[in-house]
């Protein structure tokens, strides 16, 4: 294999870097421990690990992804490299109090088991530089109010796959407005059954159809926050 032959220690910063976008793309998870391990060593911060090492190499995933030259099983590859990255990041970025870009709950809904869609959209959320609390499965009503309550996220994510799952994210949002959050809040919802018309019924603020557009749609909402608290009104 090529790889074998490409020494990461031996390539200056800029092409490891590159490299590094390479490996993630591939899903090459020890050459992405590998990477970050040597930045590290060479006094680059966290911070700048992250975002040019590996938000950038998941920005082309998530972009490749998006236009159909990837596919779900190669981005689940690259997110698990990009994890692998991240667990080593994780510490350092709590110690040097990095910026991120935005926090959101996710979680699958009550009675629902399926993970893989909100696993992806996790990972890519992680990959794009937000902190992600992943509920799991299965999650109910009082899960959800919890951890906003807790972890005061700027989003909440919430996925379905069975049609018969769909109308309790309905519930949560109506839970929501009845305790006086909701404003506080945007709600993403996702799952393969969804579309624009149900996200708009339930009152939910977007229908995101696959991970990559979750991860613009979660951006775009950031970016109008910010604008909205720096005096800019819409």
Same mark, same amino acid.
């Given at each position: ?87 080593? +990041? ?5 110690? !040097? ?5 935005? %926090?959101? @709950? =996710?979680? #699958?809904? &009550? ?44 989003? +909440? ?5 069975? !049609? ?5 994210? %309905?519930? @949560? =949002?109506? #839970?929501? &407005? ?57």
């Amino acid at each position: 294999m090529a790889q074998d032959d490409i020494i990461l220690a031996d390539l200056d910063d800029a092409a490891l870097v590159q490299q590094m976008h390479e490996d993630l793309y591939d899903g090459l998870k020890e050459e992405i421990e590998q990477g970050v391990m040597i930045l590290l060593g060479r006094t680059w911060t966290p911070y700048k690990v992250l975002t040019e090492a590996l938000v950038e190499g998941m920005r082309i995933v998530g972009e490749d992804f998006r236009d159909g030259i990837l596919f779900v099983p190669e981005v689940l590859m690259s997110a698990n490299a990009m994890k692998a990255g991240m667990k080593i +990041l994780r510490p350092l970025l709590v110690e !040097t109090g990095a910026p991120r870009v935005g %926090k959101m @709950v =996710i979680g #699958t809904v &009550k009675g629902d088991i399926h993970d893989i869609g909100k696993n992806l959209v996790a990972m890519m959320l992680e990959g794009a530089g937000f902190e992600v609390v992943d509920l799991g499965i299965n999650t109910d009503v009082d899960k959800f109010l919890k951890a906003i309550d807790e972890h005061q996220p700027d989003l +909440l994510g919430m996925s379905a796959l069975l !049609t018969t799952t769909m109308p309790y994210m %309905k519930v @949560v =949002i109506e #839970t929501l &407005k009845e305790k006086g959050i909701r404003d506080k809040i945007s709600v993403l919802v996702g799952g393969a059954p969804l579309n624009e018309e149900f996200a708009r019924a339930i009152g939910a603020d977007a229908y995101c159809r696959d991970a990559a557009v979750a991860v613009e749609t979660a951006k775009d909402f950031i970016k109008r926050k910010h604008n909205q608290r720096s005096g800019a009104d819409a």
